[in-house]
């Protein structure tokens, strides 16, 4: 199976401020890597996919990168309704397998 | 709208069996595979399983394989999740998601989540 780590596993920031989650794959998946934001209380939602590309409707200040085994993610400035856990999620092998999340927090 | 709604949970006693369904509405349900992830309390996320559009392929996680069989009826729209010899480790919020494109593609739709809780 594919072992999902990232970190780091919570973090606090002010509203304004740049936030940097990184993910690390076990082995190669290529760019197949998806971002989920989770609130409390509601499902998950898809915030990026294939690593880097938007899914529609999310907000610009949210980002990808990376391929192989080492992908990051970005909100440009943190938002008060950005808190929330994140997850990346690898679909190139299955069993598919998540990361174990890290919540985000405002200072 | 496309929505996903889930239902069938509760609590059920260890060893016994819970069928969860999940109505699809808004799409054309027979074009998508379609998963089953859940999250245990104060756990992250965890996929479950799969099936194609067309039924003819399903892939489990370990941790479920020879106990839950996924299953659905496109005439009627529903993805199902048949839970036997439950064990306290299932409890969880189960999750019905839609693969957007191929069977393991992003989850681009979810349910609003069931909750199963085995307890004796």
């Known amino acids: 199976d594919t072992q999902m780590t990232q970190s780091p596993s919570s973090l606090s920031a002010s509203v304004g401020d740049r936030v940097t989650i990184t993910c690390q794959a076990s082995?190669?998946?290529?760019?197949?890597l998806n971002w989920y934001q989770r609130k409390p209380g509601k499902a998950p939602k898809l915030l990026i996919y294939?690593?880097?590309n938007l899914e529609t409707g999310v907000p610009s200040r949210f980002s990808g990168s990376g391929s192989g085994t080492d992908f990051t993610f970005t909100i440009s400035s943190l938002q008060p309704e950005d808190i929330a856990t994140y997850y990346c999620q690898q679909y190139h092998t299955l069993p598919l397998t998540f990361g174990p999340g890290t919540k985000v927090d405002i200072k | 709208q496309v929505q996903l709604v889930e239902s069938g949970g509760g609590v059920v006693q260890p060893g016994r069996s819970l069928r969860l369904s999940c109505a699809a509405s808004?799409?054309?349900?027979?074009?998508?595979?379609m998963h089953w992830v859940r999250q245990a309390p104060g756990k992250g996320l965890e996929w479950v399983a799969v099936i194609s559009n067309d039924r003819t392929n399903t892939y489990y996680a370990d941790s479920v394989k020879g106990r839950f069989t996924i299953s659905r009826d496109n005439s009627k729209n529903t993805l199902y999740l048949q839970m036997n010899t439950l064990r306290a480790e299932d409890t969880a919020v189960y999750y019905c998601?839609?693969?957007?494109?191929?069977?393991?593609?992003?989850?681009?739709?979810w349910g609003q989540g069931t909750m199963v809780t085995v307890s004796s």
């Open positions: 294939d690593a880097t």
């Open positions: 808004g799409f054309t349900f027979s074009s998508y595979a």
């Open positions: 998601a839609r693969a957007d494109g191929g069977w393991t593609d992003a989850f681009d739709i």
């Open positions: 082995q190669d998946i290529s760019n197949y």
